[in-house]
């Protein structure tokens, strides 16, 4: 089982990317998913997450209204949308799919990890 996370890169403050997470070995389709990212010298920081069919969302209060979690199961695929990125979102961001099909703001309920894709906003 391997989720594989891409569409990190080098930008500037103010811009968007768009990342993805790609699952492959085992659908994910009845699973929560979520996106959590660590900063370098910090701990792990949850971001977003959502439920199995894409019904409900919860963020985190530094991303809320600039990143989007969304999914498309029949690529068995996870994405975030992020917007106006600032200084501060420079870090290595992670998606996780989840042992339940709702979402969750905890890390150890996740159980599967992704290797992680490096996002850094320059000024």
């Known amino acids: 089982v391997q989720l594989q996370a891409s569409g990190g890169g080098l930008v500037q403050a103010g811009a968007s990317l768009r990342l993805s997470c790609a699952a492959s070995g085992r659908r994910f389709s009845n699973n929560g998913m979520g996106w959590f990212r660590q900063a370098p010298g910090k701990e792990r920081e949850f971001l977003a997450s959502?439920?199995?069919?894409?019904?409900?969302?919860i963020y985190a209060d530094s991303v809320k209204g600039r990143f989007t979690i969304s999914r498309d199961n029949a690529k068995n695929t996870v994405y975030m949308q992020m917007n106006s990125l600032k200084l501060e979102d420079t870090a290595v961001y992670y998606c996780a799919a989840l042992r339940g099909s709702l979402e969750s703001r905890t890390a150890t309920m996740y159980d599967w990890w992704g290797q992680g894709t490096l996002v850094t906003v320059s000024s």
């Open positions: 959502i439920s199995w069919n894409g019904g409900s969302t």
